[in-house]
């Protein structure tokens, strides 16, 4: 088992930047990827940006490609999103994941499934 627990979510200017970030505890030798997911209310969680854990190859959806960067700490075993550029359309829920699957050291990370997720943060971009 996986634990995820993000932070860093919060109240944001459009045009502002914030960084959330996602501790990982537990089996973390069994990760083989992790993402960031977002979900706003009535509609389905979307892939935002993904990275494997090793060798770092990133993913990103079109929506957040150029204004988003993830990063992880393998030491720490943490992922951040550093989100600059914010827009009122990027207010969500943003859930971080985690998977231990193989596919994903091979397969795209916008098409695989997550099997660990964390409770979510939120963040609110106003105009």
């Known amino acids: 088992q996986v634990q995820l627990v993000e932070s860093g979510g919060g109240l944001v200017q459009a045009g502002g930047s914030l960084r959330l970030s996602c501790a990982a505890s537990?089996?973390?030798?069994?990760?083989?990827?992790m993402g960031w997911f977002r979900q706003t209310p009535g509609k389905e969680r979307e892939f935002a940006a993904g990275i494997r854990w090793s060798g770092g190859m990133i993913f990103y959806s079109d929506s957040v490609k150029g204004r988003f960067a993830i990063s992880r700490d393998i030491t720490k075993n943490t992922m951040f999103l550093q989100m600059n550029s914010l827009k009122p359309e990027d207010t969500a829920v943003y859930y971080c994941a985690a998977t231990p699957a193989f596919s994903a050291a091979f397969r795209d990370l916008r098409a695989i499934s997550y099997e660990y997720w964390g409770q979510g943060t939120q963040v609110t971009v106003s105009s």
């Open positions: 537990g089996r973390t030798d069994s990760m083989r990827a």
